[in-house]
């Protein structure tokens, strides 16, 4: 790759990179750098959601941010919602949830999903439906299990304690 | 290609006087271009370490000035908004989704201008104008004129969005944005912005602009002016739906056919009509 160098801190971690050309995306560098293939390019056009991850504690589309602006940001990407050092197999609550609400069909869009809904528990008391639905729709779902995950983050945030 | 990341308004200008220099502000539209494309900028100059373009004020005569790096969720939730400026955070509420909610800016979606976008009919019922800063210096451009044709604007090469003023607001004015999308998120298929203001039964501060039916919104102050003063019953809601009518200019797309707009449209411009001033009267 031509370009500059740039340091991108990643679920906690300082990782650098020796050289990304401007018009590179943080999709292609978590994915193609750095190995963390959580997050999907589905479009590449900011409108399906399977790339979302948080910046700074929000959700935002990986494929329509420059890595070379995501310098010195806070970037946390599915892999990341896990705390480092958890037992191999560990799951986040929301994880959980899904996993047991039976929410994922293919799992394309389920990273995406996670990280939207991750964002959402984040506030302390329970969700409605509407709120969940508001919360997510911005992460498509082609398998259209739509029902089961909403109901899947509606139950992980009644479990908050 | 070339990425610069300057931090001062000043370095910014600097930046963007070379040829084929462009802003990057939120990425939303900018980047999802590139990734088609469709676009290759020589210089990248990214807006996010001019602290003066994140901030938003209210001075004390109640002018609010959104600085061009306002992202559409904190436009949102903008406090420092009130009466009819708060047809501006209806409309950044209803912009796309959360993530892109929190990437976009309200001067990148002005400087990109899509007839279907949002923030031009809202900016236009609002009566607010653009801060334009280039090599030359600052200039004020009001929205009615910044919006040109389609994807164009007022600026010019080398010219930076550095926020968008409100004026206050005439006190009791509601404001509101009402879209039809064919799912929440979608851009408009046509969307209506209005602020309004009644004392009783007559008509005091009119303002409707329409978006999505033209290359730019359409408003038509002619005709407000005329039914300042008076009531706004069905024969003048219809005197104003029929003159906005008359300038629509819109496409046919995957969005809706031009000819479905141009029978919405009014339909929208009257409901909205009729329930800001119910708004009003309702409230003591
Ligand atoms: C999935 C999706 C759905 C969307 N839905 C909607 C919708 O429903 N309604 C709606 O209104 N919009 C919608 N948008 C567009 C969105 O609002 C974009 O955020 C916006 O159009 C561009 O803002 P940005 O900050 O991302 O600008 P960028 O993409 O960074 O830039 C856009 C253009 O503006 C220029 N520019 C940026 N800032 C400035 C400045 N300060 N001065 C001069 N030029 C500048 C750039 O050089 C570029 O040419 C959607 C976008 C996506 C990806
Ligand atoms: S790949 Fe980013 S939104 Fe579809
Ligand atoms: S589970 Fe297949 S796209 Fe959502």
Avoid at chain 2, 245 to 270: G, I, T
Wanted: hydrophobic content about 45%; charged content about 20%.
């Amino acid at each position: 790759m031509t370009g500059e160098p740039v340091t991108l801190r990643v679920n906690g971690a300082e990782r650098p990179v020796a050289a990304v050309a401007p018009w590179t995306t943080l999709l292609t560098v978590l994915r193609d750098e750095f190995g963390l293939t959580g997050a999907k390019r589905g479009c590449n056009q900011g409108v399906c959601g399977a790339c979302t991850v948080t910046i700074d504690g929000e959700p935002v589309r990986s494929c329509l941010s420059l890595a070379l602006n995501c310098a010195d940001r806070d970037i946390v990407t599915v892999e990341g919602l896990v705390p480092a050092g958890a037992p191999a197999g560990a799951l986040a609550p929301v994880q959980q949830a899904l996993a047991e609400g039976n929410a994922v069909q293919c799992g394309f869009c389920t990273p995406g999903i996670l990280i939207s809904a991750h964002a959402l528990l984040r506030r302390n008391a329970p969700l409605t439906v509407d709120e969940v639905r508001a919360g997510l729709s911005g992460n498509l779902c082609r398998c259209s299990g739509y029902k089961k995950i909403v109901e899947a983050v509606v139950s992980a945030s009644e479990a908050r304690p | 290609m070339e990425f610069v990341r300057p931090d001062s308004i000043e370095a910014t200008v600097a930046a963007l006087q070379a040829d084929g220099a462009a802003c990057l502000a939120g990425g939303a539209t900018l980047v999802a271009m590139m990734n088609a494309d469709l676009v290759a900028p020589h210089r990248l100059v990214s807006l996010r370490d001019v602290a003066a373009l994140r901030e938003a004020a209210r001075q004390p005569d109640g002018t609010v000035v959104v600085g061009a790096m306002r992202r559409h969720r904190e436009t949102a939730e903008e406090t420092d908004l009130r009466d009819g400026q708060l047809v501006l955070s209806e409309a950044a509420a209803q912009i796309a989704n959360p993530p892109v909610r929190n990437m976009g800016t309200i001067g990148g979606s002005c400087a990109f201008a899509d007839p279907a976008a949002d923030y031009p009919p809202a900016l236009l019922a609002a009566d607010a104008r653009f801060s334009l800063i280039g090599a030359e210096g600052r200039r004020t451009v009001p929205a009615g004129d910044f919006f040109l044709d389609w994807y164009e604007t007022a600026l010019e090469p080398g010219e930076l969005i550095e926020s968008v003023v409100l004026p206050p607001a005439p006190a009791r004015t509601v404001g509101s944005y009402t879209k039809l999308a064919r799912v929440a998120g979608d851009f408009a298929i046509a969307s209506v912005a209005l602020v309004l203001g009644m004392d009783g039964r007559a008509c005091i501060h009119l303002a409707v602009a329409v978006g999505a039916c033209g290359p730019a919104p359409v408003r038509r102050r002619d005709v407000e002016a005329d039914l300042i003063g008076g009531g706004l019953g069905d024969t003048e809601i219809r005197r104003l739906t029929d003159a906005l009518a008359e300038a629509f200019d819109p496409v046919d797309d995957v969005r809706a056919s031009a000819d479905y707009r141009r029978r919405v449209a009014p339909r929208m411009v009257r409901q909205a009509l009729v329930e800001a001033q119910q708004r009003i009267s309702e409230t003591p």
